[in-house]
């Protein structure tokens, strides 16, 4: 069955860095999209970073772009988002998914908290 499990997440200070893995497992890895979202507390789920099937092209929200870096690995089947200055509105539960928007291969979600 598919499969698709973050990692990497935790509690940093303002500032610091963190590196979100999501190992897959139960479908074609290197022929789908895959992308990185993110829900706060009472916020809706957002887009944070999105990456084409060969890793060709990226993209980011606004509120991420030149902080943020979203690759993948498709010989091991695992998307990464490297997490660079980050701050305290980065807080959230950071989920990954593959495919398009209709896709329903989400990721169970690991916790970021950006807290001094």
């Known amino acids: 069955q598919v499969q698709l499990v973050e990692s990497g997440g935790g509690l940093v200070q303002p500032g610091g860095s963190l590196r979100l893995s999501c190992a897959t497992s139960g479908f074609s890895f290197s022929n789908y999209a895959m992308s990185w979202h993110r829900q706060a507390p009472g916020k809706e789920r957002e887009l944070v970073a999105a990456i084409t099937s060969t890793g060709t092209y990226t993209n980011y929200a606004d509120s991420v772009k030149g902080r943020f870096t979203i690759s993948r690995d498709n010989a091991e089947n695992t998307v990464f988002l490297q997490m660079n200055s980050l701050k305290p509105e980065d807080t959230a539960v950071y989920y990954c998914?593959?495919?398009?928007?209709?896709?329903?291969?989400w990721g169970q979600g690991t916790q970021v908290t950006v807290s001094s």
């Open positions: 998914h593959a495919g398009s928007s209709q896709s329903p291969y």
